[in-house]
């Protein structure tokens, strides 16, 4: 949990942000979206303010509120162009938008959110962009699991040898390829809210690891859990369709998009099942249903081809 002070100072600045408008503020109580050591979210009325992660640069930061505010039908436009300091933090403000529903996943936006990635992937990142973070934030949840004593060695074994047989550049060792192509760095349906609030245009959120990369990053979370069996073929086939039907560049337009896929979807699994063991290790608990099924995943890796061990492949 954060600091009381960082999080009393972030609700007076939310609520003195939203009171500047012109309209009159409809006021109501000051919310607490989220509250983790890498960021601290909190909503009061039509504007949110997030404090970023300790170690965030301020340059990178800029330079990633400046490419958000400059595609606003794609990512959701910062209130300020600039982040301000804030007890070691970097504060930064935001409309408020309406989130996916996570009680009616028949109703996921999965196009919309395909859609937005293309057009993403279609903008050339603009010089000085900052690399994409995808395979940083992989890596730092393998050190996560490394520093997780309490993690049974049986389970961690095929997740760490998944990852040791990951490209370096999936990693974070050497650098990743740089296509010059704008990339969100981690997208899944968390990322995606209607603005204006409550049933606008969807629009991508979270700017943190936006940055030029590899674009096959991107689609990777969803192709992992279509791999690992957590998403319905239908789904993931309504999201492909859609991303090449936007011109999307990250797999072919048509043809077997495994090939540019297969090394993300595995870098995103063996992250996420190495975000569960440290989890469920911190907790004291045995892995649930799902959890399991990302580090039998990872134990798959070992043995399968190219393109995973796909629950369905036919």
């Not at 992660?53 to 509120?65: C, V, W």
């Not at 899944?188 to 209607?194: C, P």
Request: with cysteine.
């Amino acid at each position: 949990m954060t600091t009381t002070p960082l999080l009393s100072e972030l609700t007076a600045r939310v609520k003195a942000r939203a009171h500047s408008h012109p309209t009159p503020c409809p006021c109501g109580a000051t919310r607490v979206l989220a509250d983790r050591p890498d960021a601290t979210v909190v909503r009061h009325a039509d504007t949110v303010a997030k404090a970023h992660a300790p170690d965030t640069p301020p340059t990178e930061l800029t330079s990633r509120l400046t490419m958000a505010a400059a595609l606003p039908d794609v990512l959701l436009p910062p209130l300020t162009p600039t982040p301000v300091p804030l007890h070691g933090r970097l504060v930064t403000f935001w409309p408020y938008g309406t989130p996916v529903d996570p009680d009616t996943p028949d109703k996921a936006p999965w196009e919309e959110a395909a859609t937005l990635l293309a057009h993403l992937h279609r903008t050339p990142a603009p010089p000085g962009t900052p690399l994409m973070r995808g395979p940083a934030k992989a890596a730092q949840s393998i050190a996560r699991l490394r520093a997780a004593p309490a993690a049974p060695e049986p389970l961690v074994r095929p997740v760490l040898a998944a990852w040791a047989a990951l490209p370096a550049w999936a990693r974070a060792e050497t650098p990743m390829p740089d296509t010059g192509t704008l990339c969100h760095g981690d997208l899944h349906l968390g990322q995606l809210v209607r603005h204006p609030a409550p049933d606008g245009p969807w629009r991508l959120i979270d700017v943190d690891d936006l940055g030029r990369g590899v674009p096959a990053w991107d689609l990777a979370r969803p192709a992992a859990w279509y791999a690992c069996g957590l998403l319905h073929p239908e789904e993931w086939t309504r999201f492909l369709d859609a991303y090449r039907a936007a011109g999307g560049p990250a797999v072919p337009a048509d043809g077997d998009p495994w090939p540019a896929l297969d090394v993300p979807a595995r870098a995103l699994t063996v992250q996420t099942a190495a975000r569960a063991l440290a989890k469920a290790a911190a907790a004291n608990r045995s892995l649930d249903e799902v959890e399991q099924l990302v580090v039998d995943a990872c134990a798959r890796m070992g043995s399968a081809p190219p393109e995973l061990t796909r629950t369905d492949a036919k």
